[in-house]
């Protein structure tokens, strides 16, 4: 079925604001909230001549390889932390992320095919904390996701 | 439990898709369909499956319950749920498929009524401000649209008005020295999430 | 450069940290800190230094200001930034820690004040028609919120509305023949981007 485009930034707006609810919780975390083990994160800088140099495609891959990135790395927190306040808003940041994808999807941009590991992935670093990792996960909602739906295409032609 | 019956009671009015579901916040999700208590089976002959695209299927807990008019209701209820992915209902009785449907959580959501509905004077004639609390849906008060409708106390030509995100209105040139009855109700507003219009408030009362 | 004192001294009264830092732009950053010009020393003897996460560190070359009451400012300006990502800041002076602070750049905008403000009737009576032209940020615009304040000309009680995205807002409930002062700040709304309130326009005069 052709899905309607979403092109209305308050969505992302509310997802960015869960996430920083992730993040105050894990701040105030003292117990079973850390990670095992490091994990790959995308790099979440932007430079806005350096953004708009990049084409379209290049910019939809570099959300959406975050966006995976991301995903895998809050899998890997929900594994190792025990607090279940945490625990429901790991789960819901990994479902928002999911629905994240599917609102790029919305808006026509390009299936993205995960690689086999996050190795060979370009500009990413690692972090072996959580707070780092859930506010690498703010800031790249924040930023180069709402840029990206800024600019789509998809939104240009239809102003409702 | 009470707001439960009334969202069923709506749905089965407004609804003609099987099973009848909707969302009444960003994480929770309630799918329901009705049978005549003579032909219905027994809860675990049936089975509820859903599968977002993309994903395997996955199976929903079913609940029974007696429902007026000789009905059994039979209730699923998700507390995780993800929004802008199509999801893919089938019912089964005893393998066999009896219920299918395809939807987008964000598009049918029914929420309780608008909360301490009041009506005061603004102080100016023939004028009326009426606020309400909006449903508690954390972060998508933004979203959502309500109608205030109005009357004087004797009549039934109930007169609408139409506010955005806010939670107050203003209703103007009504009769001096008269009482009304104000009641207001909420849906999202249609962009992004859609859904039902809630059940009226409770109205109030209040002088010109 | 009007504009950069007005800045100044509304950061000097708002912002407790050291260095006091602020954007105008997507691609511009500046920050100051004030000394007693008695005790400061001359601008060589100080280094502004940055780093951005996973990288190198930076200096951003000083400037010394002479300022009101006595004061001696010390300004770096940088007209390329990242922003989503956290910065680290150190000022020393002769190899001695004297500041030292983190922060987003994107979460410190101090925008100019809204241009072109209007205030037109709308035929409606006691109803003002306020427009402005948004400051020109690309990716920005539809996260700025707006404060628009008025009051009748001979008084000093403003009263505030605030409008989201958006470049005019209708006031209401004015008294009919009147003349009000309307004036219009602006700031990022706090989500993607964030920041102070901008200073007030220079106030519009407009009878009811």
């Not at chain 1, 609810?21 to 979440?44: F, H, I, Y």
């Not at chain 1, 279940?84 to 940041?93: G, K, Q, R, V």
């Not at chain 2, 609408?160 to 107050?168: D, K, L, P, Y």
Request: one cysteine or more; charged letters at 20%.
């Amino acid at each position: 079925s052709p899905l309607r485009p979403i092109c209305d930034l308050r969505v992302l707006n509310h997802f960015i604001k869960e996430a920083r609810d992730a993040e105050v919780v894990m701040k105030s975390c003292r117990e079973g909230c850390s990670l095992s083990e490091s994990v790959t994160v995308p790099q979440t800088r932007v430079e806005f001549d350096v953004w708009e140099n990049k084409t379209a495609l290049e910019q939809a891959q570099d959300v959406q390889s975050g966006l995976w990135l991301l995903q895998q790395a809050l899998s890997s927190l929900r594994t190792s932390v025990t607090n279940t306040a945490l625990h429901s808003h790991i789960d819901n940041s990994i479902r928002n992320l999911l629905s994240i994808n599917a609102v790029l999807r919305s808006l026509n941009i390009q299936e993205y095919t995960p690689p086999a590991s996050t190795a060979g992935l370009e500009g990413t670093w690692r972090v072996s904390s959580a707070t780092d990792l859930l506010q690498i996960h703010v800031n790249f909602l924040r930023g180069k996701v709402r840029l990206l739906l800024l600019d789509a295409q998809a939104c240009q032609q239809d102003v409702s | 439990a009470r707001g439960f019956e009334k969202k069923v009671s709506m749905l089965l009015k407004e609804e003609p898709e099987n099973p009848k579901c909707f969302a009444e916040g960003r994480k929770d999700f309630t799918c329901f369909w009705v049978e005549d208590e003579e032909r219905a089976g027994s809860v675990d002959q049936y089975t509820f499956t859903y599968t977002y695209q993309n994903e395997n299927s996955s199976r929903c807990p079913l609940r029974a319950l007696p429902a007026a008019g000789g009905k059994r209701l039979f209730v699923c209820h998700l507390n995780r749920t993800q929004m802008f992915v199509q999801m893919d209902i089938q019912v089964q009785r005893d393998r066999t498929l009896i219920h299918n449907r395809s939807l987008l959580i964000e598009l049918v959501f029914l929420l309780d009524p608008p909360a301490n509905v009041t009506a005061s004077s603004t102080g100016q004639q023939g004028q009326l401000n009426v606020s309400w609390v909006p449903p508690p849906l954390k972060y998508m008060d933004d979203s959502m649209m309500y109608e205030v409708s109005y009357t004087t106390a004797d009549s039934h030509m109930w007169q609408v008005e139409v506010a955005g995100a806010s939670s107050e209105l203003i209703l103007r040139g009504l009769q001096p020295g008269t009482k009304y009855k104000v009641r207001v109700r909420v849906k999202l507003d249609g962009i992004s999430y859609s859904g039902y219009w809630s059940a009226w408030s409770d109205p109030v009362f209040m002088e010109t």
